[in-house]
C-alpha cells in the first residue's frame, strides 16, 4: 500500500512537474511574441506617421502651384499629385499589414 502511494505520488509529482515546465515554455513564447509585436506595432506607426507627413507636405506644394501661373508647374503639379496618390497607397498597404498582423496575432494560439 505505501509502494502504491509511492509511485501515485511520484506520478503526480511528474506530471506537475511536466504542466510547470510547458507553461513557462509558453510563457516564454508570450512573451517574445510580445515584443515582436510591438516592434511591428511601433514600425508601423512610424511608416504611417512617415506617410502621413509626407502627403501633407505634398498637399502643400499642390496648394503653392494653384495660388501661382497653373502653366508654369503644369508638369510639376501632375508628379506631385501622382506622388501624393501613390503615398496614400501606400499608407493603405501599410495600415492593411497592421491589421493582418494584429488578426493572427489575436486568433493565433501562442
Do not use: K, N, P
Not at 14 to 36: F, I, N, P, S
Amino acid at each position: 500500500m505505501l509502494a502504491s502511494a509511492t509511485v501515485l505520488a511520484m506520478a503526480a509529482a511528474l506530471w506537475t512537474r511536466r504542466l510547470v515546465e510547458a507553461a513557462a515554455l509558453d510563457a516564454v513564447r508570450v512573451e517574445r511574441a510580445r515584443g515582436q509585436l510591438e516592434d511591428v506595432v511601433r514600425a508601423h506607426h512610424d511608416a504611417r506617421t512617415r506617410c502621413s507627413s509626407l502627403v501633407l507636405q505634398l498637399d502643400a506644394v499642390l496648394d503653392g502651384f494653384e495660388r501661382t501661373d497653373a502653366s508654369e508647374h503644369h508638369d510639376a503639379a501632375g508628379s506631385v499629385a501622382w506622388l501624393r496618390a501613390e503615398m496614400r497607397a501606400l499608407g493603405a498597404y501599410v495600415q492593411g499589414i497592421a491589421e493582418q498582423t494584429f488578426e493572427r496575432a489575436t486568433f493565433r494560439r501562442l
